[in-house]
């Protein structure tokens, strides 16, 4: 079986706190990935120092943060981007939210063509996977509500921008499982890494 090539990899965990159950999703993944010889960076939102609001849509530009501009830079640096992330009422956190909306500008991950009714695509060539946590069963969440918060960032945000493809797995319901569990899920985001 032949080695993949090694990639460029940023992990962006989108929960607040660095001792959740999805930054230990995240620390599995890449974990892994370094030891199968890919360059991994990392990025934990509740890290950060930047305001979440858009405060006048793309109205007017509102400065970036210095923390922000080093989050472009690392996406622009990445061939493969990592969401790790817990579903809040059927949406990511706000956090996550709010650095989208603050870092996946006009001119940076998309750019608005006139005359056409869709964008150019600025980040083309990068893949992505999603890590997503939940208390409510996977499979009640995909098919009862349908997914919103994985559509969102995987649909209507990476792919609107051209990263494709976007992978998706789901881990839950975190609410009352139990230690082995747990195990076996860190082991299937380990494994994904494997497989890049």
């Not at 849509?57 to 989050?71: H, I, S, T």
């Not at 640096?77 to 909306?101: N, R, S, T």
């Not at 600025?122 to 969440?141: C, E, K, N």
């Amino acid at each position: 079986m032949t080695k993949t090539t090694p990639k460029r990899i940023l992990i962006i965990l989108g929960h607040p706190s660095s001792d959740s159950y999805c930054a230990a999703l995240a620390e599995a993944y890449a974990a892994t990935a370094r030891s199968e010889g890919h360059t991994v960076r990392e990025l934990r939102l509740g890290q950060l120092v930047f305001d979440q609001n858009l405060h006048e849509g793309y109205r007017q530009v509102q400065p970036l943060e210095a923390d922000l501009l080093a989050a472009q830079e690392a996406i622009t640096w990445a061939e493969h981007l990592v969401f790790a992330y817990p579903i809040w009422w059927g949406g990511a956190p706000a956090l996550l939210k709010g650095f989208v909306d603050r870092v996946f500008l006009p001119g940076f991950a998309f750019k608005y063509r006139p005359g056409k009714a869709f964008p150019a695509q600025l980040l083309l060539g990068r893949t992505a996977q999603l890590l997503v946590s939940m208390d409510t069963p996977p499979w009640y969440f995909r098919w009862i509500y349908h997914m919103p918060g994985i559509h969102q960032l995987r649909k209507t945000t990476l792919e609107f921008c051209g990263v494709k493809p976007v992978k998706v797995a789901s881990f839950g319901p975190i609410l009352n499982s139990i230690e082995a569990q747990r195990e076996r899920w860190l082991e299937q985001a380990r494994a994904l890494a494997r497989r890049l």
